[in-house]
């Protein structure tokens, strides 16, 4: 069983920065994709952030956040990041860590067997 540990939300004005953190166990970062997904206020579906594969050679982004988050990892902390710069007020929303088998739609919330709980990011104008 994985666990996944977020942490790094908090609230910050629209231009600014922030780093997320994901603490993996059972060295998920070395052995599955992982990535973010963030839920919207008053949106029920997960939406696709950023998504690395474990040998950390691919990303995949959404569009929405292509050119201003940037993810990584680090295998020896286990751990996920994501750089998020130039923030905007519609990246409000509480941001997930996930992990699981690797596929062609890497963006798509459903194959992903292990969530953390979340963290918040709130971006005022």
């Known amino acids: 069983q994985v666990k996944l540990v977020e942490s790094g939300g908090g609230s910050v004005q629209a231009g600014g920065s922030l780093r997320l953190s994901c603490v993996a166990s059972?060295?998920?970062?070395?052995?599955?994709?992982m990535g973010w997904f963030r839920q919207l206020p008053g949106k029920e579906e997960r939406e696709g952030v950023a998504?690395?594969?474990?040998?950390?050679?691919?990303?995949a982004y959404g569009d929405a956040v292509k050119g201003r988050f940037t993810i990584s990892q680090d295998h020896a902390e286990s751990t996920l990041y994501l750089q998020m710069n130039t923030l905007k007020p519609e990246d409000t929303a509480m941001y997930y860590c996930a992990a699981g088998r690797c596929t062609p739609s890497p963006l798509q919330p459903d194959t992903y067997a292990y969530w953390g709980q979340g963290t918040q990011v709130t971006v005022s104008s």
């Open positions: 059972e060295n998920a970062v070395s052995r599955e994709c």
């Open positions: 998504i690395m594969t474990p040998d950390g050679v691919r990303a």
